[in-house]
Every structure is written in structure tokens, then in C-alpha cells.
């Protein structure tokens, strides 16, 4: 089953197909059809567009209601920033949109020096999370309403999209409770992150609300690649531990993760071909060495990194060296320096 949506944008299809094929968020993906039609393809689905009297048409088709919704919000900000409104053809009720959850807090822990484990329950999140690896909390104005959904099918952020926070989170762990989906999340702990101010007061039964999925095309590769190196500092910690449990038994390489101390170490899961190392600050050698240490094979391998934007800077540089194109590994910026950053 697809999930469609459709749209008309007034601009002509020379100047929208430009823009897009020069924007960097759709040039990578984007391709010119023989019919003279421009798809841009996504993790979670693909847009077409095609010249229409004078105008452009635009469709949607995700794999669920999840992505399309994702894709449609994230088309229409690209598209307004633009300056074009997308026209959406189809109407809605207004409710809440399908790639939102407002989940409530069953447990908090603290499961080390570092980190803080909650655990979230609602009868919608295995929809909401299946085949996902990461997930956005939404932290809103104060006293403002949740997002919502407008007759055009677009996400409405009460104060503006601009007035929300939405960090990313990883899905540590998630099982079925009788007719509710319990699924837990790890926040790394540091001086200063909004997240973990609100971690220290969370309460049994408080609203949690989550946006999501993201992040499958990395389970994908997990289950199909035979090498498997993955890298990352203490803010990647529960993305490589989902990844590494993740992996099938045969899966050989390993896993390298930077965290403040000892104590922080976690038992993790992970085939016995992988060699999981716990990389101690100002014990070991830094992340960045680690990574340029790594042999991986000639083919077959794929690998993940993902540390602060500096960091991963430089893991471009490292990847790229060592001959892997870019279907064979994934640098992410899970933070900026202190001196750049924003609440986390």
C-alpha cells in the first residue's frame, strides 16, 4: 500500500526543476526522467514533478502515512523559504498529524555517571516507530498546544516552527505491553543541555511528545552489509548499541565508542565477529585515530560515524581516503562545539 499526496506550485517547471537539482537538500537525490519529469528520492518516499500549463505539478509517494507526512512538512518549509507555496490537492480534518505521538513517562533511571534512561508508554508508538531508528522530541513554547494538522494536510507549530526545539533521539529499546508500545531512550547527560534540565524533574505520567521515524536506511544497511565499522562519541552511544543489535551473528568489524569514563560502559549486544571498544577520554587514543586505524575490506563494508561537527569533519576526510564512496558510509553531526552550540 502507498501513501500519495499531491500539489501544484506556481512556478514554472524549468525554474523548479533549477532550484531543485541545485538546493543541497534535494540535489544529491535528485534525477531528470527521459519524459522530461524530475524524482527526487527519500528515506521515506519520493517526489515527482512535472511541468503542467505553465506551472509545475507535484506528487508524493511514501510507503506509510508517517513518511508522507514528513515529506509533505518537509517540502512545504524547503518550498515557503523559497518563496513558493505548494497548492495541496487533497483536504483534511483538522486533527493530529500522523507522524506525531504524545506518549506518557512510565520510568526514569539513571544508568550511569553519563546517562539518564526514560521509558515512554502509548498505544501508538510501535506504528509510529516501526522499521526507525531515531525519533525528535518536541519541546514548545510555554503553555502552547501540541502541533496540528490544517485542512491542507501541513503541520501547524503553535508560535512557528522556528519557536520549537526538536532533538533527535534514538530508540534504545521498544517491546509490546498488551495493547500499548513501551519504548525507552538514553540522554546523554551534560551541564547546560535543555534536555537533561528536563530529564532531572521528569515525573511518572508526564506527556512526552515525539515526532518520528528516521533513520531506517541505517537498520537497512546493517542487516545487508558483511563488514560493519561503526564510531562514535558518548551522544552516539544508543545508536550504535540499536545498530549493533541490529546486526545479523555473521557480521565481522567493529564498533569504537568515546565515552567520559569507566563507569559509563554499558553491556551491549553484538555479534562475536564484531570487537566492541570502549574508547576512555584522555585514556585512549581519540576517536578520529581510531577511525584512521580502521582496515575495512576492499568491498562489502559500510561505516558509521557520528560525533561532533568537527569531528565528523575530519571522518569525511578519513572515509573518503580509504577509497569508500558515498553508499558505503554515513558521517553524522550529532553536536556542535560548546562555542556554536545550541540546547541539547
Known amino acids: 500500500m502507498t501513501f500519495a499526496a499531491h500539489a501544484h506550485l506556481p512556478l514554472p517547471f524549468d525554474q523548479l526543476r533549477d532550484w ?10 535528485g534525477r531528470q526522467e527521459s519524459d522530461g519529469s524530475l524524482h527526487v528520492t527519500f528515506e521515506v518516499g519520493v517526489l515527482r514533478v512535472r511541468p503542467a500549463d505553465g506551472i ?36 483534511h480534518s483538522r486533527g493530529r498529524p500522523a507522524n506525531l505521538c504524545v506518549a506518557r513517562v512510565m520510568r526514569v533511571d539513571r544508568i550511569s555517571p553519563a546517562f539518564r534512561r526514560v521509558w515512554i508508554r502509548h498505544r501508538d508508538l510501535a506504528n509510529l516507530l516501526r522499521g526507525g531508528l531515531h525519533f525528535r522530541l518536541l519541546f514548545g513554547p510555554q503553555d502552547a498546544d501540541w502541533p496540528w494538522l490544517d485542512e491542507t494536510g501541513v503541520t501547524n507549530w503553535p508560535g512557528g516552527i522556528g519557536a520549537w526545539h526538536r532533538p533527535v533521539y534514538t530508540v534504545r529499546s521498544i517491546a509490546q505491553d498488551g495493547d500499548s508500545t513501551i519504548v525507552s531512550f538514553d540522554i546523554f ?37 558483511p563488514w560493519f565499522g561503526l564510531f562514535g562519541d558518548e551522544t552516539a552511544l544508543p545508536a550504535i548499541a540499536r545498530l549493533l543489535a541490529t546486526l545479523p551473528a555473521s557480521a565481522i568489524g567493529q564498533a569504537v565508542i568515546a565515552i567520559p569514563q569507566t563507569a559509563d560502559r554499558q553491556q551491549l549486544a553484538h555479534p562475536p565477529g564484531i570487537t566492541l571498544t570502549w574508547a576512555i577520554r584522555g585514556s585512549t587514543a581519540p576517536l578520529i585515530d581510531m577511525l584512521q586505524a580502521a582496515t575495512p575490506p576492499a568491498r562489502d563494508r559500510f561505516i558509521f560515524f557520528a560525533a561532533s561537527s568537527s569531528e ?18 554515513r558521517a553524522q553531526s550529532y553536536w556542535k562545539p560548546p562555542a556554536a552550540d545550541q540546547p541539547a
Do not use: N, Y
Open 20 to 29: 531543485l537539482l541545485a538546493a543541497p537538500v534535494f540535489a544529491e537525490s
Open 56 to 91: 509545475s505539478a507535484l506528487a508524493l509517494d511514501c510507503g506509510d502515512a508517517q513518511g508522507l507526512q514528513a515529506l509533505r512538512d518537509f517540502v512545504t518549509e524547503a518550498a515557503v523559504a523559497e518563496g513558493i507555496t505548494p497548492i495541496w490537492t487533497e483536504r
Open 189 to 225: 547527560l551534560h551541564d547546560g543541555g535543555r534536555v537533561t534540565r528536563w530529564s532531572d524533574h521528569l515525573q511518572h505520567g508526564a506527556e512526552v511528545g515525539i515526532m518520528g521515524p528516521s533513520g531506517g536506511d541505517l537498520l537497512t544497511s546493517a542487516a545487508a552489509t
Open 312 to 329: 565528523t569533519a575530519q571522518a569525511r576526510d578519513v572515509i573518503r581516503a580509504k577509497g569508500l564512496d558515498r553508499a558505503e558510509f
